[in-house]
């Protein structure tokens, strides 16, 4: 095993998070590690109709890392893949927290912190050895899954390599380059799940590595990825004092996430100035009292604003974040945030809806209460309510949401706030204000679906449920159990669920597309193919079933495709490469039983 590609996958759906090309660095460290040990290493960042599938599949072992926003692309692509033959390994944070629902796309996944865990793991697969004793690792045996026990300890950062960007290719287009001095996080917010995955105890680089670092990147802009840059203002101070001082250090600027708190402290935020803070990122929350308290930011609306200045009098943007749909938030508390963000004079802001992330106290509260409206992870993305709030509808989130970003980001605005960080404000406002747009534009049809919601019985609703025999010379008897192909077609919840038992022939096929022909609505946002128990006759049938599924597909914005083994997977879905990884949120779910 010589050949890894790492894959960081993109979702399709349509907000900012797409249109930022730049990777965490989970993948750039294990590929350092997995370079320095001598495997040939490459790196790829986007959907994955836009991955260079020819290069992929020359790989020996393909690793992806997954939000759960692109755990769907992540899937497509494992689908993909493991038909292929080429063995699979997911990690990230989603995989972390669902490894269940994980493991049925991939050979093996990772959980948790992998830098102690990856290279052992490709060793492992390599030399044809079960990695039975590699913390984090869960992996199938004779049709069984079995998890590894996790790490006892945190990661040492100061044990890993400087990530090789690199290793992603056209590496050179990025506009921002990621460094991390930190993780972990002392503040235990219910709704984020940092602590789960890092840790509630801060762990930093020492100063001397992370300058080492920046020596690499002379002119180019750096973005420092810690959940809270000034987590310790002692060391944030120490780092940015050697960035006056030492000579060697060229970068262009640099933009960091803080707390709203950092701008009151007048030497460290003097030093950002020096030291060539251009931008920060703040995570305001909200302005409603109860919010925040509920949250636990422990910052008032008035302290928000005088942090918004006292940055700009140092000459830095703020790019500031607000979460709707706290308990406590109404539609008018969005509307007065839209009017405080732009009366505070933030440079750019993001809305987002709250969201009940898997693996945090905040989603396991949601589920026992009932709150979820739906699983489709690629909508977790804080820009599609996926939870019932308690003061508003779904719906009513969802439209004020994109009401406020778009009185934010009017035309009237755009030059609001270029006496105070210059023409880059407007620059942005105006690309916002496309982005936005064209965001509600695609997006005009999820207010429906949230709008049904309410009236959608928990009950599944049968549709169809029929054994269709299929006549014809040379055939089976129609009627006998070897000719039956059993049709079973439910809806849940927007869902739309299509069984089938049996075998399936040419003329079976054509037999399905009548019998189905109205009873699945022209458009609808997923359908599940359960093809377990398939059976079919010829070359000839499975490649119309693929036809078959293209069309279903084309309909729905994700596809799913459940079939019992890898053998028959690769039947079922003889699909040709490029064509497949088009097909709207197509997985190969695939049972090792």
Partial sequence: MEKIALIEPQSKEDHVYKHVRMPRLGLPTLGTQLQNEGFQV???????????????????????????????????????????GTPVVIGGIHATFLPDEALQFADYIVQGEAEYSFL???????????????????????????????????????????PDITLLEHSEKMRSIPVMTSRGCPFNCTFCCVTQMFGRRYRFRCTESILEELTRYPGRHIFFCDDNFTADPKHSKELMREII??????????????????????????????????????????????????YNKQQTAEEIRESVKRFHEQGIKIHGMFVFGGDADTAETIRET?????????????????????????????????RIITRDWSLYDGHHVVMKPVLMSPEELQVETEQALKKFY???????????????????????????????????????????????????ATLLYYSLSSPGKGRPRPGSASSLLKISLTEQKGIIYLKLRGLISTLHIKELRKTLRGKIPQRYDQIVVNAEGVRFASEKAAAGFERYLQKLGSRARRLQVVAAAEKQARLLLNIKKKNRIKLPRFELLVHKH
Avoid at 56 to 81: N, P, W
Avoid at 249 to 274: H, N, S, T, Y
Avoid at 338 to 364: C, H, N, S
Wanted: charged letters at 25%; glycine letters at 8%; a negative charge.
């Fill in 120 to 162: 052992p793991l490709v060793q492992a697969i390599g030399a044809g050895e079960e990695p039975h004793a590699i913390p984090g690792v869960a992996y199938w045996r004779n049709g069984e899954k079995v998890y590894n026990q996790g790490l006892e300890e945190r990661i040492d950062m100061d044990s890993l390599p400087i």
């Fill in 42 to 84: 490459n790196f790829y960042l986007g959907t994955g109709d836009s991955l260079p599938w020819p290069k992929i599949f020359e790989a020996d072992l393909v690793g992806i890392s997954t939000t759960t926003a692109t755990c769907r692309e992540a899937y497509q692509i494992a689908g993909l893949l493991r038909s292929n």
């Fill in 338 to 370: 839209a009017d405080f963000a732009i009366e505070a004079r933030i440079d750019t802001v993001q809305f987002m809806v709250l969201t009940p992330m898997p693996g945090t106290p905040f989603y396991d509260q949601l589920e026992k209460e009932d």
């Fill in 410 to 460: 009017s035309l009237s605005r755009i030059f609001k706030n270029v006496s105070f960080t210059g023409w880059s404000s407007a620059l942005y406002r105006v690309l916002a204000w496309g982005l936005i747009r064209h965001f509600i534009w695609k997006n005009r049809g999820y207010e429906q679906f949230l709008k049904k919601q309410l009236r959608v019985k928990l009950q599944p």
């Fill in 245 to 294: 001082n030492r000579d060697e250090i060229k970068i262009k600027g640099w933009g960091a996430q803080v707390r709203a708190d950092a701008a009151f402290d007048d030497e460290l935020i003097e030093l950002m100035r020096r030291s060539g803070c251009k931008v920060v990122y703040i995570g305001f929350e909200s302005i409603n009292p109860e919010t925040l308290e509920a």
